[in-house]
């Protein structure tokens, strides 16, 4: 007749090494630590607000129809406030909201890099077409292309195409923002070749003078570019028109189709800059 100290729940269970008897508190390690969902203390979250509304600066829109959907929006401003709020309309909300409308919300990024989405308005069922919201389709096409800006004139936008731009100033810290510009793209040569071209961005910087705090031009590099990269050739630049020929300048601005055949430059890291790389 078997005895109690022959039933299954009284024998030893072995080790994972074979050896013992296993210890009571270590059979559930997991119990042992705090809920992960505390955080550890060395990563941080950060949540992101993506803003909604047309674009007040140079832009580019997303080719891909997978970045653009159609829409109901209620476009909400209280009175006396600025600031705008913007809802899409639930299916069965449709229709029964006066200031709805359709929209076709478009993917965008400006110069810096950051995102936006862009609700282009569409004439409701029956309703006739304006200037405002033809020239804003229009343009948001051209930016697929290359960078455009939205200029209200009149009753409707024009497109302001970016151009070749020239800074020139004679101050302390023109010349200070442009010894930072060069010492990044020697950098940037040294480390990644001698075609390396970056993207700035004009921006302003603090600046201790003789007079107080004011502040100085900053080229703010937002991305690095090699012409030619990625086995593209860069497209062909209008010629100048020459003295005394009447014909105007092309309109064609290639600066949209440069940056698109140009291929992406990986930016230096700061072990890279130091040469101090931890070998674990």
Same mark, same amino acid.
């Given at each position: /007749?078997?005895?109690?100290?022959?039933?299954?729940?009284?024998?030893?269970?072995?080790?994972?090494?074979?050896? =013992?008897?296993?210890?009571?508190?270590?059979?559930?390690?997991?119990?042992? $630590?705090?809920?992960? =969902?505390?955080?550890?203390?060395?990563?941080?979250?950060?949540?992101? *607000?993506?803003?909604?509304?047309?674009?007040?600066? $140079?832009f580019?829109?997303?080719?891909?129809?997978?970045?653009? %959907?159609?829409?109901e &929006?209620?476009?909400?401003?209280?009175?006396?406030?600025?600031?705008?709020? $913007?809802?899409?309309?639930?299916?069965? /909300?449709?229709?029964k909201?006066l200031? #709805?409308?359709?929209? *076709?919300?478009?993917?965008?990024?400006?110069?810096?890099? #950051?995102?936006?989405?862009?609700?282009?308005?569409?004439?409701?069922?029956?309703?006739?077409?304006?200037?405002?919201? &033809?020239?804003?389709?229009?343009?948001?096409?051209?930016? /697929?292309?290359?960078?455009?800006?939205?200029?209200?004139?009149?009753?409707?936008?024009?497109?302001? +195409?970016?151009?070749?731009?020239v800074? #020139?100033?004679?101050? !302390? =810290?023109?010349? #200070?923002?442009?010894?930072?510009?060069?010492?990044?793209?020697?950098? !940037? %040569?040294?480390? @990644?070749?001698?075609?390396c071209?970056? &993207?700035?961005?004009?921006?302003? @910087?603090?600046?201790?003078?003789?007079?107080? /705090?004011?502040?100085?031009?900053?080229?703010? &590099?937002?991305?690095? +570019?090699?012409?030619? =990269?990625?086995?593209?050739?860069?497209?062909?630049?209008?010629?100048?028109?020459?003295?005394?020929?009447?014909?105007?300048?092309?309109?064609?601005?290639?600066?949209?189709?440069?940056?698109?055949? !140009?291929?992406?430059v990986?930016?230096?890291?700061?072990?890279?800059?130091?040469?101090d790389?931890?070998?674990?």
């Amino acid at each position: /007749m078997p005895t109690s100290s022959d039933s299954p729940t009284s024998q030893a269970q072995p080790r994972p090494n074979g050896n =013992g008897t296993p210890v009571r508190d270590a059979s559930d390690i997991e119990s042992l $630590f705090l809920d992960p =969902g505390l955080g550890d203390g060395i990563t941080d979250s950060h949540y992101h *607000t993506i803003p909604v509304g047309r674009p007040r600066d $140079f832009f580019r829109a997303h080719p891909d129809q997978e970045y653009r %959907r159609r829409a109901e &929006i209620y476009k909400h401003k209280l009175e006396g406030q600025i600031g705008e709020q $913007f809802y899409i309309i639930a299916p069965n /909300m449709r229709g029964k909201i006066l200031e #709805a409308r359709p929209c *076709t919300l478009v993917t965008v990024v400006d110069r810096s890099g #950051a995102p936006r989405i862009y609700p282009v308005p569409l004439p409701r069922e029956g309703e006739k077409d304006n200037e405002a919201w &033809i020239s804003a389709r229009a343009i948001v096409r051209v930016s /697929m292309k290359h960078w455009a800006r939205m200029i209200w004139h009149k009753r409707a936008y024009v497109e302001r +195409k970016a151009q070749p731009y020239v800074y #020139a100033a004679s101050t !302390m =810290g023109a010349h #200070a923002a442009y010894d930072e510009l060069r010492e990044s793209v020697m950098n !940037m %040569r040294l480390l @990644r070749g001698t075609k390396c071209l970056p &993207i700035v961005n004009l921006a302003e @910087r603090p600046w201790k003078t003789r007079y107080g /705090m004011k502040t100085r031009p900053h080229c703010e &590099i937002i991305d690095w +570019k090699e012409p030619g =990269g990625e086995g593209n050739a860069l497209p062909a630049q209008p010629t100048t028109p020459q003295l005394p020929a009447p014909a105007p300048a092309p309109e064609s601005n290639p600066t949209g189709e440069t940056l698109e055949k !140009m291929g992406a430059v990986e930016p230096v890291s700061t072990s890279e800059l130091i040469d101090d790389v931890i070998p674990w």
